[in-house]
């Protein structure tokens, strides 16, 4: 199952066999609307903090996604996932509703491939018959953690980046029909000393290319071999620097279709994002609503879906820490495409 240093090539090629999305009101505003299962039109979900709205985007999401593949919750194995919170409590918590075998994990906002990446990995080595991969993020309990109070109002420079309201979930297994999982890259820790928690993107971008470059060493292919290599959240100002990199490092990204779920989800016209989109629904959402419908209609055949992640705390901000990143890759290759 290894190949190379870094990566692993799944023989069985584990399917997804469902997913389902759950998005805010303002992601229901954006371009990518009808891509999701579930728009909310309160940012509270009728709980009565942003924390219990997450954790309820996260229950929606594990549940449909179950649902749709015609099971129940008894049926699932193991539930990966995390979520932005500390002690990842938004996830914990759904899984304490779920009662479904839990492994918590946290990556930041890489945490959407890296759920879906062991999920495979445990599916494709016989661990498990259905395992469920998840994640969530919520723009104003995100904000009250890591930035300022909602309430406070502050004004953010045009780096900074809209947390994502939202949830996506997949159930993976060898038995029945969806878009296979056949690759995934575990990427490494990188931190080029970025200290300011408002320019994301620039921390997450050299990470980004790092797992891309090495995904593309260890399985010996062009990025030509994908029809589409997707970023998680590097909005505007980690895309351009990627595509720097890329150059730098004689990555030849041009041969292939390379985009952002950062700047995909909203209407950078109409709605005021600053660089764009984060957190971990981002690529969570992005994939498995809007590239999986692609591919469902054949618009897509091969994806890399690198999703990154910044793993700084609130703690570790106050102490003048700068900001360690990594990015996980996973690739979904259309059954029969």
């Given at each position: 199952m290894l190949k190379g240093h870094q990566s692993w090539v799944f023989e069985n090629k584990p399917k997804i066999i469902s997913t389902a999305t759950v998005v805010g009101p303002f992601e229901g505003q954006g371009p990518l609307a009808e891509d999701f299962?579930?728009?909310?039109?309160?940012?509270?979900?009728?709980?009565?903090s942003w924390?219990?709205?997450?954790?309820?985007?996260?229950?929606?999401?594990?549940?449909l996604a179950i649902e749709n593949a015609g099971?129940?919750?008894?049926?699932?194995?193991?539930?990966?996932?995390g979520?932005?919170?500390?002690?990842?409590?938004?996830?914990?918590?759904?899984?304490?509703?779920?009662?479904?075998?839990?492994?918590?994990?946290?990556?930041?906002?890489?945490?959407?491939?890296?759920s879906l990446a062991l999920a495979s990995f445990v599916v494709n080595a016989g661990g498990a018959k259905y395992a469920l991969a998840g994640t969530c993020s919520h723009n104003a309990s995100v904000e009250k953690q890591f930035r300022y109070?909602?309430?406070?109002?502050?004004?953010?420079?045009p780096t900074a980046q809209f947390t994502v309201t939202g949830s996506g979930s997949a159930v993976v297994s060898l038995e029945?029909?969806?878009p296979s999982v056949t690759a995934a890259t575990i990427g490494r820790v990188v931190d080029m000393g970025i200290t300011d928690p408002l320019n994301m993107g620039a921390a997450m971008a050299p990470a980004a290319v790092d797992t891309i470059q090495a995904h593309l060493r260890d399985l010996e292919i062009a990025p030509s071999y994908y029809d589409l290599i997707v970023t998680g959240d590097l909005s505007k100002v980690g895309y351009a620097i990627a595509n720097d990199l890329f150059k730098r490092h004689n990555v030849p990204i041009q041969e292939t279709t390379y985009k952002?779920?950062?700047?995909?989800?909203?209407d950078y016209e109409k709605q005021q994002v600053q660089a764009g989109a984060s957190g971990c629904a981002c690529s969570a959402v992005v994939t498995y609503g809007h590239l999986l419908n692609k591919m469902e209609r054949g618009e897509l055949n091969r994806i890399l879906v690198v999703a990154t992640g910044a793993l700084l705390s609130p703690l570790s901000y106050q102490q003048g820490e700068s900001?360690?990143?990594?990015?996980?890759?996973v690739a979904i290759e259309r059954s029969g495409g």
């Open positions: 299962d579930i728009i909310h039109a309160d940012l509270y979900l009728g709980q009565d924390e219990k709205a997450e954790k309820t985007l996260m229950e929606e999401s594990a549940k099971l129940t919750k008894e049926q699932i194995s193991f539930h990966f996932g979520d932005l919170m500390n002690q990842i409590i938004s996830t914990s918590f759904a899984a304490r509703t779920l009662s479904i075998p839990y492994v918590g994990m946290f990556g930041a906002c890489s945490t959407s491939m890296e109070p909602t309430e406070y109002g502050s004004q953010k420079p029945g029909t969806g952002d779920c950062g700047m995909m989800i909203y900001v360690p990143c990594i990015a996980h890759a």
